[in-house]
C-alpha cells in the first residue's frame, strides 16, 4: 500500500517536471554546490537547479566584484537587474578553487605542525608501554643511571679539564641528591682512572646501593615502584611538555617578520624543548627511586598511645577519662576501655523574639538589623 502511494507520487513529481532547485548562494566549496545540486534529477529523473547570487555575496566580495561593478555601472545596468552568462558561471568557479585550494594550504600547514607533535607523542607512548607491559625496565632504569652519571662527570670531572680543577665536592653533593649516596675520599677514588673508568665504579657502586635497597623491601615492591613512579614522572613532564608547544606554536607565527621559516623554527625548538624533557624525566626518575622508602604501617591506636604523654596512658589517670578512646581491635596489644557517658551541653534558650534581618534593630538606631548589629 505504502509502495503504490510511493509510486503514484513519483509519477506526479516526474509529470511536473521533476524536482527544481534553487540555491540562493554559492558556497566557497564546489562540493557543498553539488551536494545540494544533487538533491535534483537523482537516478535518471528529470529536474534542474539554478543559484541566484549578489555581488555582496562573500565569495563574490572576496574575487572581484568590486572590478565586476564598476562594469556594470559603466555599461550603465540598473540595480537588480538579473544577468546571466556563462563567464560568470566560470569566473564563480575560479574563485571557488581558489578558496578550496587556500583551505588546503591552510590545512596541510596545521599538519605539518602537528606532526612535530605526533613524532613525539610516538616515542612517549610507546615508552609508557614498555613500562606497562614490564619490559626490561629494570635494564631501562640501569641504562638511565649510566646516561646521568656520564653526563655528571663531563659536567664535574671533564677529561679535558685539568685534574686540580675537577669539582670534587660539587660532584659528590651531586650524587647525594641524585642517588642518596656520597663517595669517601672522592679524591683518592678517582686518582689513576680516566672518566671511563671512574664511571665504570660509580656505576657498580650505585647499582650494589640500588640493590640493598630493594633487600629491604617487600618481594615485588620494588617493581611495583619502579612501574609506578615511571609512569607518573612521564605522565606529569609531557602535560607540561604540551603547555608548553602549544605557547611556542602560539607566537612562532611572529618569526616570519625576522624572515626565517616559523615551520622550521617550530621544529627545532620542540626538538630541543622535548629532549630537555626528557632529560628531566631521567633525572627525576632515578631521584625518586633512590630517595622512596618502605614505611611500615603501624596500628592507629598504637600510634595514637605512643604520641600521648605517660601520665596520660595510666589507667588512673584523671584526664584519661575525658578523652573519647575507640574500642582496640583484638590482636592489637591493648585493653578494652570502657566508655564514659559524655557530659551533657545544655542547650541555649533564646530570652526574646527573634528579630529578623529586615526588622528595625533593638539598639534602637532606626536600621535594618542586617545593616546594624546583624552584620
Known sequence: EAREKIKEEHEEVVALGGLHIIGTERHESRRVDNQLRGRSGRQGDPGSSKFYISLEDELMRLF??????SIYDRLGIEEGQDIQHPLISRAIETAQKRVEQHNF???????????????????IYEERKKILIGEKVREHIYEIIEEVLDEAIMLYMNPDVHR???KYAEFNEWLWAKFNIKIQNIEEMAEGKDAEGILDYLIETIKSAYLDKEKNMPQGLMAHLEKMIMLQVIDTKWKDHLYAMDNLREGIGLRAYGQRDPLVEYQHEGYDMFMAMIDSVKDETIEFLFKVQAVREESPMKGVFQSLPQEFVKSDAAPMSRIPVPQARSGDGFQEESSEEPPSVEQYKRSGPKVGRNDPCPCGSGKKYKKCCGK
Not at 572581484?64 to 561593478?69: L, T, V, W
Not at 594550504?105 to 616515542?123: F, G, P, S, T
Open 64 to 69: 572581484g566584484s568590486d572590478r565586476i561593478s
Open 164 to 166: 686540580a680543577d675537577w
Open 105 to 123: 594550504d591552510i590545512r596541510k600547514h596545521v599538519l605539518e605542525y602537528d606532526n612535530v607533535m605526533n613524532k613525539q607523542r610516538e616515542v
